[in-house]
């Protein structure tokens, strides 16, 4: 390839942060209480609050009590019973901080309200994994893989689906039956070095993701309608917003990662990104880290991550 030498100097996606005002209030407070009062006035005096408004003081409050954080965080569940686009969000939260069995209960109601939508089933099994209901997830991965759930096409999703039920069957063998499973999805020496999850909450957000390798040069995923529109169609036609980039036996050094986003949206209700990074996917030391990026806010191009990567 030419043309695709990296020379930028791209700023770092925490020091593009827009940090809002309701917060910069909360942190003019000096207790708990005074907290307390600033955030019952905010609710009085707004008509209708942003769901970013609830994860953003949800994160505050957590520095004073757990508890009441996690409270303003569930009363998304409140206000968006039946907006599956905000519940994603919710689910999204709730997996970072590893409360993976209040994302089920998300998760299961997402099926519910887009039973026709790829994602909702690969997410839900997922998160039977994570809840230890390997049964269920197994039945979930097998219905998936032979597209036997009616009026649902799981085709574009293959790859991904592949390697998370060889990933459950690397790990948790002992626990699911697995004698109507392939033998191409029980291969006891599966492990990805490193394994990067992208998923968003909505199939319409246009964004860039690029990925530069250790010498400088970089390759561009665009989920826009101008340079990937037949994606694009294909996503909201068949209801999924995943994508998965994986790094293998590739070559020692540091990579980046660079996120720019072009939708303008409401702030009401908008895009999110769930990153999600594996080192040694499938193996007993693998590592797992998930990042909740708000991703209608980087209308210029920010470093998502950076990482040393080694054999």
Same mark, same amino acid.
């Given at each position: +390839?030419?043309?695709?030498?990296?020379?930028? @100097?791209?700023?770092?996606?925490?020091?593009?942060?827009?940090?809002?005002?309701?917060?910069?209030?909360?942190?003019?407070?000096?207790?708990?209480? &005074? +907290?307390?009062?600033?955030?019952?006035?905010?609710?009085?005096? @707004?008509?209708?609050?942003?769901?970013? !408004?609830?994860?953003?003081?949800? &994160?505050?409050?957590?520095?004073?009590?757990?508890?009441?954080?996690?409270?303003?965080?569930?009363?998304?569940?409140?206000?968006?019973?039946?907006?599956?686009?905000?519940?994603?969000?919710? =689910?999204?939260?709730?997996?970072?901080?590893?409360?993976?069995?209040?994302?089920?209960?998300? !998760?299961?109601?997402?099926?519910?309200?887009?039973?026709?939508? =790829?994602?909702?089933?690969?997410?839900?099994?997922?998160?039977?994994?994570?809840?230890?209901?390997?049964?269920?997830?197994?039945?979930?991965?097998?219905?998936?893989?032979?597209?036997?759930?009616?009026?649902?096409?799981?085709?574009?999703?293959?790859?991904?689906?592949? @390697?998370?039920?060889?990933?459950?069957?690397?790990?948790?063998?002992?626990?699911?039956?697995?004698?109507?499973? &392939?033998?191409?999805?029980?291969?006891?020496?599966?492990?990805?070095?490193?394994?990067?999850? $992208?998923?968003?909450?909505?199939?319409?957000?246009? $964004?860039?993701?690029?990925?530069?390798?250790?010498?400088?040069?970089?390759?561009?995923?665009?989920?826009?309608?101008?340079?990937?529109?037949?994606?694009?169609? &294909?996503?909201?036609?068949?209801?999924?917003?995943?994508?998965?980039?994986?790094?293998?036996? =590739?070559?020692?050094?540091?990579?980046?990662?660079?996120?720019?986003?072009?939708?303008?949206?409401?702030?009401?209700?908008?895009?999110?990104?769930? !990153?999600?990074?594996?080192?040694?996917?499938?193996?007993?030391?693998?590592?797992?880290?998930?990042?909740?990026?708000?991703? !209608?806010?980087?209308?210029?191009?920010?470093?998502?991550?950076?990482?040393?990567?080694?054999?």
């Amino acid at each position: +390839a030419k043309g695709n030498d990296y020379i930028e @100097n791209v700023i770092a996606i925490k020091d593009a942060e827009i940090k809002p005002q309701y917060i910069v209030q909360l942190e003019n407070t000096n207790s708990f209480e &005074d +907290a307390k009062r600033i955030y019952t006035s905010q609710r009085q005096n @707004n008509e209708r609050l942003e769901i970013p !408004y609830f994860l953003d003081v949800s &994160d505050y409050f957590k520095k004073w009590d757990e508890n009441y954080g996690h409270n303003i965080l569930m009363y998304i569940s409140e206000i968006a019973y039946d907006n599956p686009k905000a519940l994603k969000i919710l =689910a999204y939260k709730l997996e970072s901080q590893g409360k993976y069995e209040e994302a089920k209960q998300i !998760y299961q109601r997402i099926v519910v309200l887009r039973p026709k939508q =790829a994602q909702s089933y690969r997410d839900l099994a997922l998160i039977y994994e994570a809840t230890g209901n390997y049964e269920e997830a197994m039945e979930l991965y097998a219905q998936m893989l032979g597209n036997k759930i009616d009026g649902v096409d799981f085709t574009s999703l293959t790859n991904v689906i592949t @390697n998370e039920l060889k990933h459950l069957l690397a790990l948790n063998r002992d626990k699911v039956d697995y004698s109507n499973v &392939d033998a191409e999805f029980l291969d006891s020496k599966f492990k990805i070095d490193l394994r990067m999850v $992208f998923d968003y909450n909505d199939s319409n957000t246009e $964004f860039d993701l690029q990925f530069v390798n250790p010498q400088k040069k970089f390759y561009k995923w665009s989920h826009s309608r101008l340079e990937n529109m037949d994606r694009m169609l &294909d996503e909201i036609k068949n209801g999924y917003a995943s994508e998965e980039y994986i790094i293998d036996d =590739a070559d020692k050094g540091e990579w980046i990662i660079n996120l720019e986003c072009f939708s303008e949206e409401s702030s009401t209700n908008p895009t999110y990104l769930k !990153y999600t990074v594996f080192k040694n996917y499938g193996l007993p030391k693998e590592t797992k880290e998930v990042h909740i990026i708000k991703l !209608y806010q980087y209308q210029q191009k920010v470093t998502l991550d950076k990482f040393m990567y080694k054999k």
